[in-house]
């Protein structure tokens, strides 16, 4: 076994990364001097790894600045459509390599830093992930930005500049272990503050009605500070913005007439104001109704919507005023998208503006609002879903309050002359749910507020229409559409997996990383000699490259030659951890039924976080590793089967993990998972998958034919018939041996002999109230599992299906899925015009 090439070693043999010019590289030698050079004489005289990175990020960043103040001016003065997406979480990950690919650098960048003796991937270590979300949600907004700028769209990325992000997952003796990700310790090369932009955002108070309107007075005031990270497209010299809010107290915090004499007191409270933005709330498709959480969402929604305003009231737009001051055109010059309900103030907080400060009339300004918004709906969970106590309102936000109402009159009004009498349609359809606390259901307000509502995959869509939102579809059924998720090959091919990239551009061309549906090209080579063991070569180095890593950071030895089986996303019971992990045992007991007998060898990698206070996510955590102890402490099983919990999951590790898996689980209860990315993210890069019809893997079947996936388990159909039925987990453990000796060694505490009751609350959900019916699918899921191994045998038969899901892999890029945001919500057209970089000067 040979060890796997360095990036340095395969430098030379990496086109996709872009041609090194001498000419570049002498330049950005110059720059990274310049940089460490200033950098170091301000303290220290010996530079360390992390001064060699600030170097390198800084000289990357130089070249940014030129293309992105010229993106700026070239929008000020064209005045096109403008996208602004609002998001409580962007999951960025990295930015370094992303940024050298974009603008074109890599190559340069490498070999300067290869002649400097110093090794890139090295430095690339050394950034921090931005973890500003928790998953698929967050990082679908980042996929997203990179191709609104890839596709010319004039777009923002709006949310919080948390300071501290997702925490970082420890596993201690098989336990989650949460530490706060402070992020932000050693500074972030990427971000400009801007405190010219600084704005107030209100709180609390009380409400005035006067003849001149409602007053919204009284209030406590907190500023929002704008941080601006530039955002590249793909070789097209355009940078958009994402522009993140942070929390300031006003220097008169707490010092106000009435709390004269404790002045230490009142500076020491300014944190009260500026927790807003210190930290993401860890859930994951679930609410939990707190009052900062609360607060987190105005303050970005009232912040960017006063930001969008002044921008729309300063931009040209041919006519000679120096301001506009008719509303009329906002549709045409603004839309929001909402990424799920969090943001689902945008649409009260508008309707404030318009109606309070610019004195438009209700009609006009509901006219305008619903044109401007648009809303994306990710879960169909009910514990998801956000419905605030009204008490939790009135105090916070008394105006935004009365103007729900408002808005709930007046839909109810419609709703009753369209079904008169009909009182349970309207008790269904109204923003305000009575009860004990009554509730605003935040959906409920998006879909009313909004001119387009989507669902994230087909499947997903069609639920939301036939269930959660059945009522509102019955009224206004052309209103919602469907938008089935993508991934940025960029990041998800190209940054992740050079080698897969560059051995697909050279049988088919580089138009493939703005253009994806090119992949299909790949057809003709299914049967091409070559091209199955240059693929299957990409994938072995990738396995390599990989287990390589885990030895190095966790002490732990793989066999490469085994089956790579990933399971990597957030722990959730609907995501079925549980039920690989019965796949797990039951393969352990075979191996110890039949130990002669010959079994293809797996390495089953789980990896994810729990919520902080899901207890049965962490003890989802805690069987796996306890399971693993066992299995790969037996001397009978040997390298067959190793069970690895890969620790602190996030886009980093996935980058790590993705391209050497062969197999890709997505096991969700079909209906439960919206649409899932990861999914696509293997796909794109040479795992076959095994999973439900659940979310995107149906179109994704559907693109590579169902047959070079392994589908198994009920159909939605059958999910909706058993809920009907009533689902009995016993009969399944009565009838089937094997998931009986499973589940009796769980609970028998085979996996857990110092404590032998410790996985009760497992079992016992597992038998009496799993909503996610795992035993349905279990024996279904093992029988799959057998013919993933027989074909695992054939390695040819294997690749040549890898090659047909990487040639159907093209529906499932973000590019896809952007432009038919922008064609079909919000009325723009991608361009692929290349704005001309700095280094031309301007007509």
């Not at 060699?52 to 929008?75: C, K, S």
Request: hydrophobic share 40%; net charge negative.
């Amino acid at each position: 076994m040979t060890a796997p090439l360095t990036d340095s070693e395969k430098r030379k043999q990496i086109s996709v990364r872009g041609i090194a010019e001498v000419g570049d590289v002498s330049e950005i030698k110059k720059s990274f001097n310049r940089h460490l050079h200033f950098t170091l004489v301000k303290d220290r005289n010996v530079a360390t790894p992390r001064d060699y990175y600030f170097a390198l990020a800084h000289t990357v960043r130089d070249h940014l600045v030129g293309r992105w103040i010229r993106t700026q001016q070239y929008y000020y003065e064209k005045d096109p459509k403008r996208i602004h997406y609002l998001s409580l979480e962007f999951y960025m990950g990295r930015t370094l390599q992303n940024t050298m690919i974009n603008l074109g650098l890599q190559g340069a960048c490498d070999e300067a830093i290869y002649q400097l003796g110093l090794d890139l991937e090295e430095l690339e270590e050394i950034e921090e992930d931005a973890g500003l979300g928790n998953g698929g949600l967050g990082r679908l907004a980042a996929c997203f930005l990179d191709s609104m700028a890839t596709l010319g769209l004039a777009a923002y990325g709006y949310g919080i500049r948390y300071e501290f992000g997702i925490f970082n997952q420890k596993v201690a003796n098989g336990w989650q272990v949460e530490e706060a990700d402070d992020w932000l310790r050693y500074g972030n090369p990427w971000e400009k503050a801007r405190p010219e932009y600084m704005l107030p955002v209100h709180f609390y108070g009380r409400v005035e009605h006067t003849a001149e309107g409602a007053k919204w007075v009284n209030t406590q005031i907190v500023l929002a500070m704008p941080y601006d990270t530039p955002v590249p497209g793909y070789k097209n010299n355009t940078v958009n913005t994402m522009r993140l809010w942070s929390a300031k107290a006003p220097n008169d915090f707490n010092l106000q007439e009435f709390n004269v004499g404790d002045y230490i007191q009142a500076v020491l409270d300014r944190n009260l104001a500026e927790n807003i933005s210190r930290v993401l709330y860890p859930n994951d498709n679930f609410f939990e109704g707190k009052e900062l959480r609360l607060k987190q969402e105005y303050f970005v929604v009232a912040a960017t919507l006063q930001d969008i305003i002044r921008r729309f009231k300063s931009s040209k737009f041919g006519c000679r005023d120096p301001v506009r001051t008719s509303f009329e055109t906002f549709p045409e010059k603004v839309a929001i998208q909402l990424n799920d309900t969090h943001p689902a103030l945008a649409i009260p907080e508008l309707m404030r503006i318009f109606v309070d400060v610019e004195k438009l009339e209700w009609e006009k300004a509901w006219d305008v609002t619903v044109q401007t918004c648009a809303y994306t709906n990710h879960t169909v969970l009910p514990e998801a879903l956000e419905r605030w106590p009204v008490y939790m309102f009135e105090k916070l936000l008394p105006r935004h309050l009365e103007i729900v109402y408002e808005i709930n009159r007046r839909h109810l009004d419609r709703i009753s002359a369209i079904y008169p009498g009909d009182m349970d349609r309207l008790r269904r359809m109204s923003l305000i749910e009575e009860g004990d606390p009554k509730r605003i259901n935040m959906a409920h307000l998006c879909v009313v507020g909004s001119h387009a509502v989507n669902g994230v995959a087909r499947i997903h869509s069609d639920i939301v229409k036939s269930t959660v939102f059945k009522d509102f579809c019955d009224v206004e059924p052309e209103k919602f559409q469907n938008k089935t998720n993508g991934i940025t090959p960029r990041r998800w091919l190209l940054l992740c997996n050079p080698g897969l990239a560059d051995i697909i551009a050279e049988k088919i061309g580089e138009d493939f990383l703005t253009d994806l549906y090119q992949l299909r090209k790949l057809l003709d080579f299914t049967d091409d000699e070559g091209f199955i063991r240059d693929v299957a070569k990409v994938k072995q180095e990738n396995k390599l490259k990989f287990a390589a890593y885990l030895e190095k950071e966790y002490k732990v030895k793989i066999n490469p030659d085994s089956i790579f089986d990933i399971h990597v996303k957030r722990i959730h019971e609907y995501k079925r951890q549980l039920l690989n992990c019965l796949h797990i045992i039951t393969f352990y007991n075979r191996i110890k039924k039949d130990p002669n007998k010959h079994f293809v060898p797996r390495t089953i990698m789980i990896g994810g976080k729990a919520a902080p206070g899901y207890h049965m996510a962490k003890m989802i955590i805690k069987l796996i590793t306890s399971v693993g102890d066992v299995v790969n402490n037996d001397p009978v099983v040997g390298d067959r089967l190793k069970v690895i919990f890969l620790e602190n999951y996030r886009v980093s590790l996935a980058e790590k993990v993705i391209p050497a898996a062969d197999l890709s689980e997505q096991i969700s209860t079909a209906g439960t998972e919206a649409s899932g990315t990861g999914n696509m993210k293997f796909m794109l890069n040479g795992a076959l998958t095994i999973g439900t019809m659940d979310g995107a893997n149906v179109e994704m079947a559907e693109e590579a034919g169902e047959e070079n996936l392994f589908i198994f388990g009920m159909r939605v159909q059958e999910v909706e018939a058993m809920d009907k039925k009533g689902y009995n987990a016993k009969d399944y453990y009565d009838r089937i041996p094997e998931l009986r000796q499973v589940i009796d060694q769980i609970s028998g505490g085979f996996f857990s002999p110092k404590q032998p009751d410790l996985f009760k609350d497992v079992v016992n959900m597992l038998l009496y109230h799993d909503r996610f019916k795992v035993f349905a699918d279990y024996e279904a899921y093992i029988s799959c599992q057998e013919k993933v191994s027989d074909l695992y045998k054939n390695p040819k038969e294997w690749t040549k299906k890898v090659i047909r899901n990487m040639a159907a892999s093209g529906k499932f890029s973000s590019d896809r899925t952007i432009s038919e945001y922008a064609r079909e919500i919000w009325g723009v057209e991608p361009s692929d015009v290349k704005i001309p970089p700095p280094t031309v000067p301007r007509e």
